[in-house]
């Protein structure tokens, strides 16, 4: 007698795990047991808003490493344009530093070459008209840096965001399967609808504190890289102004 009840409390033991899958299955939640078939029914049980998380999440990856490459100092200015220039304002020679800067892709000489090229199509202009182009360049040049980290602050904002519209639809799911079937069992027919409420709003978070991370990192560093870039074109232009008369700039033949 005694054996026959240890050996069913043994097969009721033995039978508890398969019954705990079986529901966790039913109420749309997963169970933690690790590998890559549990993510992907963790993002399946996020419901729809899954999908524009995970566009999201590979745009803010992909920025994440382009702003890595991008946004450095070789970009703004470099030692060896920085000598060249130097040398040819020196000697006066404006169109060969127009030559130059068409040939570098750094921010200092397109602003260089926005200044030259208005100064050797106007022989007559003075210094401040140059400096004031150079300005202008200058300014548009920062803003365009600023403009790009932009978009990993709008992944971070837009995230949470899409993530509680899932948590709502996830809410309304639950709702909806509860008032529509009031003989069923409630606690059953709410898992599934908060489940995908909790992962929708985990997964706007997944996404949005590491891009509004990244967007405070990259935006200290191109705050660094617009100070280098008024200091190098304030040199170049201060260089500009020792040297430069008006009609100084003759005709290229």
């Known amino acids: 007698m005694g054996s ?21 299955v039913t109420s749309g939640i997963v169970a933690p047991t690790g590998g890559t078939t549990d993510i992907w029914h963790f993002i399946k049980a996020g419901g729809i808003v899954m999908i524009p998380l995970g566009v999201l999440s590979v745009l803010a990856l992909m920025l994440i490493i382009i702003y890595f ?16 220039a130097d040398a040819l304002l020196r000697k006066g020679d404006y169109y060969g530093l127009l030559a ?10 397109r ?8 100064l050797t199509k106007n022989p007559t202009a003075t210094v401040a008209e140059a400096r004031e182009i150079a300005e202008t360049e200058g300014t548009r040049q920062a803003a365009g840096l600023q403009q790009q980290i932009v978009y990993l602050a709008d992944i971070g904002t837009i995230a949470p965001m899409v993530g509680l519209f899932g948590t709502v639809l996830g ?5 909806s399967v509860v008032a529509a079937d009031v003989t069923a069992t409630k ?6 609808g908060v489940s995908e409420a909790l992962v929708a709003t985990a997964g706007g ?25 008024e200091a190098a074109t304030t040199q170049l232009i201060s260089q500009l102004g020792v040297h430069y008369k008006p009609g100084g700039v003759q005709p290229h033949e």
Request: glycine letters at 6%; aromatic letters at 10%; a positive charge.
């Open 171 to 175: 809410m309304i799911k639950s709702f």
């Open 69 to 84: 490459f991008t946004l450095r100092r070789g970009a703004i200015a470099t030692g060896r344009y920085m000598k060249t």
């Open 4 to 24: 026959k009840i240890l050996f069913r409390a043994l097969a009721a033991l033995t039978a508890l795990p398969g019954a705990f899958a079986q529901t966790v």
């Open 100 to 109: 130059v800067s068409n040939r570098h892709g750094e921010a200092v000489a």
């Open 187 to 192: 606690p059953m027919l709410l898992a599934a």
């Open 111 to 118: 602003i260089m070459r926005r200044t030259l090229d208005f």
């Open 205 to 229: 978070l997944l996404v949005g504190i590491p891009a509004m991370a990244a967007y405070a990192y990259y935006r200290g560093r191109t705050q660094r890289l617009i100070a280098e870039l």
